[in-house]
């Protein structure tokens, strides 16, 4: 059974005319059940992540300061959202969210969650509205609990999941693959274990071509038993930010590749 993690804090209130785009994360449960897409039993909601989880991942003093609601007013700009109390719980479920769902993945096969792929957050700090990493808390849960050994992270993000290379750097169990805009944010990269940077107006040929040839590549050589798959939407030539050049049917092929990629290898 296909499980998806949403919650109706993942919708946080922001001021008028904020820039991101906070209200997708009500409509897309609403379009699924509309559709008929998904049911009701489909959907759960999520639990609060432990401390013992964030400071796996996060620095203590950076946790300290952010559920203390402690950070200075550039830390907060950093993060790009207003700091409040809500937001901090909302984060927690949304990273809860991630590790209910990969336990899902282990039982069904695959799992989703309507929010995520937070992977701007550092071990110390928020960038680009993530506070904290997700992937990152998720991943370390899942090989603390020796329920994975080999964890490949695919960021097909428009963005650079910098966050997660830097707390993923020195740890052999997760390979980090990153396929991101060259000239998009941020402007400073860490580096992945795999980063493949796409110029400007890339289009759907353009970027299965890499997709296609670097994916399985991966799989043969690293051998992961689970992948988390960040499959942003940003790449859309209609995104106003993306600055990429793929259509619809391009970013559905692309999501098609790395589900039946998955699925072919037994890969939760």
């Known amino acids: 059974m296909l499980k998806i993690a949403y919650a109706p804090i993942y919708h ?13 994360y009500s409509l897309l449960p609403q379009q699924l059940l509309y559709e008929g897409t998904c049911s009701k039993a489909n959907f759960f909601s999520p639990g609060l992540l432990s401390e013992e989880q964030i400071l796996r991942t996060h620095q203590e003093e950076y946790w300290w300061k952010l559920k203390n609601l402690k950070l200075s007013r ?15 719980e909302r984060e927690r479920r949304i ?8 336990l899902y993945a282990l039982q069904y096969g695959v799992s ?8 701007h957050a550092y071990t110390d700090r928020g960038e680009g509205f993530c506070l904290l990493n997700d992937i990152a808390i998720a991943s370390h849960y899942l090989l ?5 050994q080999r964890i490949l992270v ?8 910098n966050g997660t290379a830097e707390i993923m750097a020195n740890e052999e169990r997760v390979f980090t693959f990153s396929m991101h805009g060259e000239k998009n944010y941020p402007l400073h990269k860490e580096k992945s274990d795999l980063d493949i940077a796409l110029a400007d107006q890339c ?9 296609y040839y670097f994916l399985p590549k991966i799989l043969d050589q ?3 038993d689970f992948i988390f798959y960040q499959s942003g939407v940003d790449i859309l030539a209609t995104d106003k930010l993306g600055r990429l050049g793929l259509s619809k049917e391009g970013c559905k092929s692309r999501d098609r590749f790395v589900l039946e990629s998955a699925k072919q290898e037994h890969i939760p």
């Open 144 to 148: 603390d609990q020796k329920l994975a």
């Open 74 to 88: 550039a830390e907060e700009r950093r993060t790009g959202f207003p700091l409040s109390a809500l937001l901090v």
């Open 154 to 161: 695919v960021d097909l993000d428009v963005h650079q999941g």
């Open 112 to 119: 989703l969650n309507i929010a995520g792929g937070t992977h």
């Open 203 to 211: 289009n759907d040929a353009q970027y299965l071509r890499k997709l």
């Open 95 to 102: 990273n809860q969210g991630t590790i209910e769902t990969a």
């Open 12 to 24: 946080y209130p922001l001021p008028t005319r904020h820039r991101f785009p906070m209200e997708k």
């Open 222 to 224: 690293f051998l992961p």
